[in-house]
């Protein structure tokens, strides 16, 4: 199971991401929460990444790149990953193209969560996340419009994009990403059966004539 969840800050990635990992047993990605731990044990990205992550700009695409690739090549992801907050603009999702065709891997599905502003507005009240106050979360909006909002129309292009209504209980929203799916894998699963079919009928054709 390859994922990678899209949304605008506080739109539930995070927390999507955290129970589809523990429930599916694969590693949850989440590029923020990294570079959070990697600022607190002040390691050599934490120190490069802090004055980014504290003006809430995206950080040099070479230290994602860096990450994604480490976290993409190691053992605990070879059963899948679910992306949080990755790709985070045009340049990235190009990036992760690459490296995925490098592994002959492939994402099953990137979902994008939509949740309405004043909504929005409460839960980064509630949260209260150091990057939560209002200027922050200002720019962090506007980085998310003006670079990650053209990697949704990437996958949109690509026909690979869910949107999902994030404004529902949490329980809701895992359904919803369960069973859309589960919907897309019957989906294949039909596609391979009427590929077969088609692909004996085409056999019997040729033997019989
Ligand atoms: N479906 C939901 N209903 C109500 N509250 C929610 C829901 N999903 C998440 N939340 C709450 O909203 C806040 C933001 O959620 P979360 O941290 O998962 O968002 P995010 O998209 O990962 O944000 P960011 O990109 O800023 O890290 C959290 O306090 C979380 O508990
Ligand atoms: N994909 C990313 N590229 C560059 N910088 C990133 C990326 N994802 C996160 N960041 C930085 O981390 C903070 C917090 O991210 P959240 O997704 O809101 O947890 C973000 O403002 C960037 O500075």
Request: charged share 20%; hydrophobic share 35%; proline share 4%.
């Amino acid at each position: 199971m390859r994922l990678i969840l899209l949304g605008v800050p506080g739109s539930g990635k995070g927390t999507q991401g955290a129970i589809l990992s523990s429930q599916w047993q694969i590693p949850h990605i989440s590029t923020g929460e990294i570079l959070r731990q990697a600022i607190a044990n002040q390691t050599a990205l934490g120190l490069k990444a802090k004055a980014y992550v504290e003006k809430s700009e995206l950080v040099p695409d070479y230290l994602i790149f860096d990450l994604i690739r480490q976290r993409l090549t190691a053992p605990s992801t070879q059963r899948g990953w679910i992306l949080d907050g990755f790709p985070g603009n045009l340049s990235q999702a190009q990036f992760l193209d690459q490296l995925l065709a490098t592994l002959g891997q492939s994402y099953n599905r990137v979902f994008s969560f939509y949740v309405p502003t004043d909504v929005l507005v409460q839960r980064w009240r509630q949260r209260g996340r150091s990057d939560d106050h209002p200027e922050l979360i200002c720019k962090r909006i506007e980085v998310y419009q003006e670079q990650t909002a053209p990697v949704i129309q990437h996958y949109r292009q690509q026909g690979c994009l869910t949107v999902i209504n994030g404004d529902r209980p949490v329980e809701i929203v895992t359904h919803f990403l369960q069973t859309s799916f589960s919907d897309l894998s019957l989906t294949i699963q039909q596609k391979t059966v009427n590929t077969s079919e088609r692909l004996i009928n085409k056999e019997r054709q040729i033997l019989s004539d």
